[in-house]
């Protein structure tokens, strides 16, 4: 079955540090791929996604993800943080046959000044 | 600003009773779908309707129902609630599925509390 792991539960890091958050996914064909992120009290706002091709993906604010076949990963990296940055950060492996995505437990976000 | 607006924001039901939220999707997008998002969990896929007709569903009960719209808005009506029904619930439209290449926009959520 379809499922993600997000192996950090809350991470910190310095603004202008970069970071790096880890996904890992389960599934038997090529998979959709997708970085969301949750501020406090809101909805999801998409940050990129991957359905094929080019393995390192460009988002917004900032954001890439490489999809890593063999390692069954898709991290999510920003080269320099921002304090805005602090939020929840979700991952997701779609199901291609519908919009069933399998949404990973998430990773708080806090960025320290 | 996705374009898809849900009401209402917050809510508190008593157990047992029956509640409905509501969807408008983006203009234009045909598909919605609608996820439960308890605290401190990421959501969860509850069904998807597409052109008025449900076709897929997560590991939801029955009491979990739906209906879309001619205009393509949305209802998610449960039954019976639950302490456990406590959650946001989360609408997403899209034009069209996943595997057509199509990104899915979420809206804010409603807060459902059952006490």
């Known amino acids: 079955a379809q499922s993600v792991t997000q192996p950090d539960i809350h991470i910190t890091v310095s603004e202008g540090a970069s970071l790096e958050l880890r996904c890992n996914y389960s599934?038997?064909?090529?998979?959709?791929l997708f970085w969301y992120v949750q501020s406090p009290g809101q909805g999801l706002q998409l940050l990129l996604k991957y359905f094929s091709g080019d393995t390192l993906v460009q988002g917004i604010k900032g954001f890439e993800a490489e999809f890593k076949r063999s390692q069954s990963s898709f991290n999510l990296r920003k080269p320099s943080v921002h304090w805005s940055d602090a939020a929840e950060y979700f991952c997701?492996?779609?199901?291609?046959?519908?919009?069933?995505?399998?949404f990973g437990a998430g990773t708080r976000l806090t960025v320290k000044p | 600003e996705t374009g898809v607006t849900q009401s209402p924001t917050h809510l508190i039901k008593t157990r047992g009773q029956q509640v409905t939220l509501r969807c408008s999707s983006q203009s234009g997008h045909n598909t919605v779908s609608w996820y439960q998002q308890a605290l401190g969990q990421g959501p969860q896929f509850i069904f998807q309707?597409?052109?008025?007709?449900?076709?897929g569903r997560g590991n939801f009960p029955p009491r979990f129902s739906g209906l879309q719209f001619p205009n393509y808005s949305s209802e998610l009506n449960v039954n019976a609630l639950e302490l456990d029904d406590s959650a946001l619930y989360l609408c997403?439209?899209?034009?069209?599925?996943?595997?057509?290449?199509?990104?899915?926009?979420f809206g804010e959520g409603s807060w459902l509390t059952v006490v």
């Open positions: 309707y597409y052109r008025e007709e449900e076709n």
């Open positions: 997701a492996v779609g199901v291609r046959y519908n919009n069933d995505m399998r």
């Open positions: 599934y038997g064909a090529t998979p959709y």
């Open positions: 997403a439209s899209s034009l069209g599925q996943l595997n057509s290449g199509n990104t899915i926009y």
